[in-house]
């Protein structure tokens, strides 16, 4: 059962003449129309021609010429790609598709009908706007799309242009606050490390909102993504001060290892045997040369290991 309610329109496609048909029609109807006139002012200008008669053709003359001069109009072009709304009398009637040149219904309401179908970009500006963690950043997205149903671009939006570039910045906005830019919790997406899962996230998006106009999204992608000028430097500090940490991390486990596997091999080689105390030293000292920054200059001990 269809809603009531649904005021949405849809494409309802209905043909058109040929204009390269109607439009040797209409100039013979125009000569005919002009031929009759002069037959009408002949009859008047004779006399004892009946007046009536040519009074009459005077007039249908006149009226075929208007006739004529209206049935010009109803000629129109398309452009591939194009379609035309055919609106009579404030009632939509169908809509026209196919390139070349047409005729139809000269009292067909004629502005604004004719819509593109081609696929158009939208470049959003840089947009401010807080994250889902609350840090200001900056965005912007290209938007590619097109008009599927010409109906719905014309009768359910006062300006389906400006209505997709609104629309877009306000899914653009909705998707910068629903994600954090680079540091969300485990195994979250972000807007930096989250690449086409994101971009299909603001896709479908931007498809419910433009849908209601008849617009098709193609694609939907991110062109710029970066923190807020005002915060840009502390988050620096803080990505590389994480970037240390995590090296850090790394150096110590490796050299952990590196420890252990010393030990293990002294030990089952017998090489030297260690009591607690020097195994503690031994292990302190070796940690300092494999973590630490600069390079360490060897001390030679020529005594014994007990003094």
């Known amino acids: ?74 000629h129109f072009t398309l452009q591939p790609n194009e379609g035309r709304v055919q609106v009579l009398f404030g009632s939509y009637k169908g809509t026209v598709f196919g390139s070349g040149f047409h005729w139809a219904n000269p009292f ?23 994250d889902r963690q609350g840090n200001p950043i900056e965005i912007a997205a290209v938007v590619v799309w097109r008009v599927k149903d010409l109906a719905q671009a014309m009768f359910d939006v006062d300006d389906y242009q400006s209505y997709v570039r609104i629309q877009s910045e306000s899914a653009i906005r909705h998707l910068a606050s629903s994600y954090a830019y680079d540091h969300g919790e485990e195994n979250e997406l972000t807007l930096r490390g989250g690449g086409e899962e994101v971009m299909l996230a603001l ?48 150096i110590v486990h490796g050299a952990v290892s590196m420890v252990e596997q010393a030990l293990k091999e002294l030990d089952a080689k017998k090489v030297v045997e260690f009591d607690e ?15 630490g920054d600069s390079e360490v200059t060897p001390v030679i001990n020529t005594g014994t290991l007990h003094h």
């Open 1 to 74: 059962m269809s809603d009531k309610n649904d005021t949405s329109h849809h494409d309802r496609i209905i043909g058109a003449a040929s204009g390269w048909l109607m439009l040797p029609v209409n100039i013979l109807f125009l000569l005919g129309s002009v031929a009759t006139m002069i037959g009408g002012i002949t009859v008047l200008a004779e006399r004892g021609g009946s007046k009536g008669f040519g009074v009459f053709l005077l007039f249908a003359g006149l009226f075929g010429l208007a006739s004529g001069i209206v049935m010009l109009v109803g």
């Open 203 to 250: 896709k479908e998006e931007l498809q419910v909102r433009l849908g209601r106009a008849g617009v098709l999204v193609d694609e939907a992608r991110l062109m710029h993504l970066a923190y807020a000028p005002e915060i840009a430097q502390a988050m620096l500090r803080r990505q590389q001060a994480e970037a240390i940490i995590a090296a850090r991390s790394k």
């Open 108 to 130: 067909y309401a004629k502005l604004h009908t004719k819509v593109s179908m081609r696929t158009r970009n939208f470049q959003s500006d840089v947009i401010k706007v807080n």
């Open 277 to 291: 105390d020097r195994k503690a030293a031994m292990v302190s000292n070796l940690l300092v040369v494999l973590c």
